[in-house]
């Protein structure tokens, strides 16, 4: 039987506009947007994205149900994750913003915002445009509202419970259940290993080809846990141009570059100041610092494995100092 669960919350959205598209408000913000642009505005000041870049953001914010920390939609506009509630804030981790104290904050329970989130995900994404594909595979996110993407926004996040292939948990993608091989990894070897479990172990023992299971990635800048020890989650994920949030950690996260090149940029995550240019080639290993925020550029389809320590605790060992921001002092 399927079990349809019926939010709670009322989401404040108001008749289309002259373009086709709702206005919502939340709290103190309101959101609303034209045929390119999408328009923000607090009651001290207000601010204007492209609605690709905008679209992108919200869909891994909803995706992602608010990620770990701080999901940046750019310098000004984004979110930090309390873990049962969620700040919407315009110009907090902005320095110019800050000393002219324009920025604004509010702390709104998750489902509120969440509901709100994908009512104007849904609302705002055309039909064809794909907020989670590369550029070269997605339509126009542009011009006065036609249609919806429903299957796109929706689409099914990998999180495996114990790992990709095990009986029961999240499977391998293959032609037949919809995930060809992306035209950048053409030469990835398809072939699987071979498990031979004892007799009783079968549900015990398992193994996929990993690389093979990314070339059929039909998203960017998506990572899925394919395997979980714990709070140990391996994420791996497809890069193609630009990461669209810069993500501002509260945690240590680490990066293994497992083919082609990706270039982060890494600045202070309170107040945007620059800190690195990283760039990664395959092979390469990096630990980003809990105290940072990042943004990612892959000039081509890229396999990078982002490892997740996915502890409650860790936030607030870090906020009081009980842990250092960095993995390992030199
Ligand atoms: C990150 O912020 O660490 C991150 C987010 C999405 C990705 C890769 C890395 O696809
Ligand atoms: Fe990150």
Redesign the pocket.
């Known amino acids: 039987m399927a079990v349809e669960t019926i939010p709670s919350v009322q989401v404040d959205a108001s008749e289309p506009n002259e373009h086709g598209y709702r206005t919502f408000r939340l709290g103190e913000f309101e959101f609303s947007r034209n045929e390119y642009f999408v328009y923000v505005r607090w009651p001290t000041g207000s601010h204007v994205m492209s609605a690709d870049s905008f679209l992108k953001a919200l869909q ?1 914010d909803v995706a992602w149900q608010f ?2 920390g701080i999901v940046n939609f750019d310098g000004v506009i984004g979110t930090v994750n309390h873990y049962g509630t969620v700040d919407l804030f315009a110009g907090r981790y902005n320095d110019a913003y800050r000393k002219a104290e324009l920025d604004h904050l509010e702390n709104f329970p998750t489902e509120l915002i969440g509901e709100t989130f994908k009512s104007m995900l849904d609302d705002w994404t055309n039909e064809g445009f794909d907020p989670f594909a590369s550029p070269t595979e997605t339509g126009s996110a542009f011009g006065p509202k036609h249609g919806d993407n429903r299957k796109a926004i929706t689409r099914h996040r990998v999180t495996a419970q114990r790992m990709v292939s095990v009986p029961g948990d999240e499977q391998v993608r293959t032609d037949e259940n919809g995930f060809p091989i992306n035209r950048h990894f053409l030469d990835v070897a398809q072939d699987e290993p071979e498990v031979h479990p004892e007799p009783g172990f079968e549900s015990e023992v398992a193994a996929f080809n990993l690389f093979a299971y990314l070339s059929r990635s039909d998203v ?4 899925s846990v394919v395997a979980a020890c714990k709070d140990s989650l391996a ?1 791996p ?1 497809t ?1 193609e141009y630009i ?1 669209p ?1 810069i ?1 501002g ?1 509260d945690r240590v ?1 680490w ?1 293994v570059q497992l083919s082609d090149e990706i270039w982060w940029n890494v600045e202070d995550r309170d107040t945007g100041t620059a800190r690195a240019n990283v760039v990664m080639k395959p092979g390469d290993v990096a630990s ?1 610092p809990a105290d940072i925020r ?3 550029y892959a000039p081509k389809r890229s396999m ?1 494995l ?1 490892w ?1 320590n996915a502890s409650p605790d860790l936030p607030e060992l870090l906020s009081s100092g009980k842990l250092p921001p960095v993995a390992v002092d030199f």
């Open positions: 891994r990620f770990y960017t800048w998506n990572p994420c994920t890069e990461l949030i993500h950690n996260e990066f980003m990042h943004q990612g990078l982002v997740e």
